[in-house]
């Protein structure tokens, strides 16, 4: 895999790899003395302001010997006059790039690229590296994180680690809770005002203490404080106002924190909020401006990853719906049994049957399965609308497609409409009962979210994907395969 995308596709072995291979070029950061020279070109799109990552990476690509092309703002480029971000890309791609550092507001944005890049037609050997797409992700920060703490603690697992800030809107924190969720016996203190809490989605299966009141930081060894970030607060200035500069770190809050913490912050701190009181910006346990260092011997260990599996193609594949074979009998012996119990038999011999289908979702379920199926030849096919099978209760609809047979990814999306229905498939005198059982990629419905690649980038949103979550509250909420939030069904499906 030539791509660094997100912490969430990120693996243990591959994590201690890179940064072994970081910690071997440090020595060659240090010196500002370039390993050698190769022809492969990185061009490092910055569209959107940035003082470390950009510069980092320019400096990386020189260190390890690489051409390089540096556009430092979205606005020189073609995506002031309207052009998609894909087709920036491609550009690009066509001006011999071999890696492109991509920073952008848009979520989802160098995953989208990454993808496109290899679909049938375009088909460019470009390895896209994520410098922050928008609120959502900045994996390359999180590698630069956990290099300064085996730096500076040596070691990772086992450690109490806090988050305070802006933990909601904050990419660094998305990444860096996602990759600690690698490493063994990590617990993790969230201290953040109430509106800009860290989604739970973050944080399923770790060890987590929430608070709103600083004093929790007590024992940490590790407290990573953040920015609030102005920038995704939209218009609300009243929430913004509210919240910015509640959890500065002073002289009196590290005594409260202790002196085994190491302080850090993926900076830039903005000054008028003072993250961390600028007493404390060369006090020995305030780590920031090494960690800020650490970018550089990370970002030449990723470019000369990129660079060694550019023949590597493709993501992990996503895997099929898990299809749980309920029932099977001869249709015959069903009907019997039916009838015993007083009730009607599937009034089909060869085709599907959807029953137990949630209260009022039958009308969503009949259109789509109109929409997929009704351009059969006429006759081929019949849908019998919302029937009510005798003893049924609550609502539930079934809905009969006489001699027509749903293929699996079909299934998978009309499970994810209603959770729980059954589907029944009769023929050649056998009846099979099935059931969806795991489903982790279905074509379904538009983002909600306005800043993700499928509402910005019009190719983009002929894709629209999403993978299916239980959470907490056992509701099945949708994630969007590109800006990774999660949102309930009823948001993406209407
Ligand atoms: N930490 C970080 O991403 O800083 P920049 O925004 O300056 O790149």
Redesign the pocket.
């Known amino acids: 895999m030539k791509h660094i995308i997100s912490s969430s596709l990120f693996s243990r072995d591959w994590v201690d790899e890179i940064l072994e291979r970081a910690r071997g070029n440090i020595e060659t950061a240090r010196s500002g003395i370039p390993k050698g020279n190769i022809s492969s070109k990185a061009t490092v799109f910055i569209a959107e302001?940035?003082?470390?990552?950009?510069?980092s990476y320019r400096e990386a690509a020189r260190l390890v010997g690489c051409p390089i092309e540096g556009i430092a703002s979205g606005d020189i480029t073609s995506l002031v006059k309207g052009e998609t971000l894909g087709a920036t890309g491609r550009m690009f791609a066509g001006q011999n790039t071999s890696v492109l550092p991509i920073?952008t507001k848009i979520e989802g944005g160098a995953r989208w690229l990454a993808e496109m890049f290899e679909l049938d037609g375009y088909d460019y050997p470009v390895a896209v590296q994520n410098?922050?797409d928008g609120a959502n992700e900045?994996p390359t920060?999180a590698l630069l994180d956990l290099l300064t703490i085996t730096e500076k603690v040596g070691r990772i697992d086992g450690l109490r680690i806090g988050f305070v800030g802006d933990l909601r809107n904050s990419r660094?924190v998305h990444s860096l809770v996602r990759a600690l969720g690698l490493y063994p016996g990590i617990s993790l203190v969230l201290v953040s005002s109430e509106s800009v809490r860290l989604p739970g989605w973050y944080t399923r299966g770790l060890n987590v203490t929430v608070s709103d009141n600083i004093s929790a930081l007590t024992g940490c060894n590790i407290v990573y404080v953040t920015r609030v970030q102005e920038e995704r607060f939209g218009g609300n200035r009243v929430e913004y106002e509210r919240v910015r500069g509640k959890y500065s770190i002073r002289p009196e809050e590290l005594k409260t924190i202790g002196d085994q913490a190491m302080i850090m912050h993926?900076?830039?701190i903005n000054q008028h909020d003072q993250d961390i009181d600028p007493r404390l910006w060369r006090h020995p346990q305030v780590i920031m401006d090494l960690q800020?260092r650490m970018g550089i011997p990370v970002r030449m260990a990723l470019i000369e990853w990129s660079l060694a599996h550019a023949s590597d193609r493709g993501f992990p594949e996503s895997p099929a719906p898990v299809i749980e074979k309920v029932i099977e009998k001869p249709a015959e012996e069903a009907r019997r049994q039916k009838e015993a119990q007083g009730k009607r038999f599937m009034p089909i011999s060869r085709g599907t049957v959807l029953d137990h289908i949630e209260a009022g979702k039958g009308e969503q379920i009949r259109a789509f399965v109109k929409a997929r199926y009704g351009r059969q030849k006429s006759g081929a096919w019949q849908l019998v609308e919302g029937l009510q099978e005798t003893g049924m209760t609550g609502g539930k609809d079934t809905i009969l497609l006489e001699n027509a047979f749903l293929d699996e990814s079909d299934m998978a999306v009309i499970s994810v409409l209603s959770p729980g229905v059954t589907i029944n498939v009769i023929e050649n005198g056998t009846l099979k009962k099935l059931r969806v059982v795991t489903v982790s990629d279905v074509q379904i419905g538009q983002c909600p979210n306005s800043d993700c690649v499928t509402n910005l980038d019009i190719e983009a949103a002929l894709y629209p994907r999403f993978s299916v979550s239980d959470e907490e509250d056992d509701e099945v909420r949708l994630v969007c395969h590109y800006c990774e939030r999660h949102f309930h069904r009823s948001e993406v499906i209407r």
Not at 49 to 55: A, E, H, K, L, Y
């Open positions: 302001p940035s003082t470390r990552t950009g510069g920073r410098c922050g900045h920060q660094t993926p900076q830039p800020a």
